[in-house]
């Protein structure tokens, strides 16, 4: 299996990127055997925004020439995928918005058709925002919809410190769900 975990935060030693690092941790635990891959904003990685184009219409990719190429191979070779978002006013980050808007790519493919593979969302935030993370939760599904996954599981980080998200990582496993 081919599994991959996206840090949607710019922050190297923030929480995100502690959580995805355990993450990915956990998994090699799990299944040792596994193609393990991270996509994480935190390590410099720089993605220009969608410049709705059209040019990925005509099915021969995204013109921009940037990290998100590697991105669009670890999702279409994913079997499983998790993400770890920070919660900004509601929603992603600004940077992480900016992937999850390239993934317009994946509207003009097969992906959206074929059978879903499963993903989680691991929503981290200090808390205080009376709209919670719903936002966060309704662009995720609808993003990884066409890329071909469907949300199975919204893990509420709110509030968690650092030793609280290594507990998660550490106890993490899998939902399991059918497809839809």
């Known amino acids: ?6 840090c949607g935060s ?11 690092a355990a993450l990915i941790e956990r998994m090699r635990e799990l299944w040792p055997e596994d193609e393990l891959n991270l996509f994480s904003l935190a390590e410099d ?3 220009d925004p969608c410049l709705a184009c059209d040019f990925c219409k005509l099915g021969e990719g995204c013109i921009i020439d940037d990290p ?8 279409d070779g994913a079997d499983s995928l ?3 978002s920070p919660i900004y006013f509601a929603g ?3 940077r992480f918005k900016a992937v999850l808007d390239r993934f317009q790519l994946y509207f003009w493919t097969d992906f959206r058709q074929a059978k879903k593979r499963p993903a989680e969302l691991f929503a981290i935030g200090d808390g205080g925002d009376p709209h919670g993370y719903e936002p966060l939760v309704g662009i995720l599904r609808s993003a990884l919809a066409v890329a071909g996954f ?3 599981a919204v893990h509420d980080c709110v509030g968690r410190s650092f030793d609280d998200l290594r507990a998660v990582a550490d106890s993490w496993a899998p939902v399991q769900k059918g497809s839809e």
């Not at 299996?1 to 996206?6: A, D, E, K, P, T």
């Not at 998100?68 to 999702?75: A, K, R, S």
């Open 150 to 152: 469907r949300l199975d």
């Open 68 to 75: 998100m190429q590697d991105l669009y191979g670890m999702l």
């Open 1 to 6: 299996m081919n599994r991959l975990v996206v």
């Open 10 to 20: 710019v922050r190297p030693e923030g929480k995100s990127a502690l959580l995805s």
């Open 92 to 94: 992603p980050p600004a």
């Open 45 to 47: 990685i720089d993605v």
């Open 82 to 84: 998790a993400v770890v």
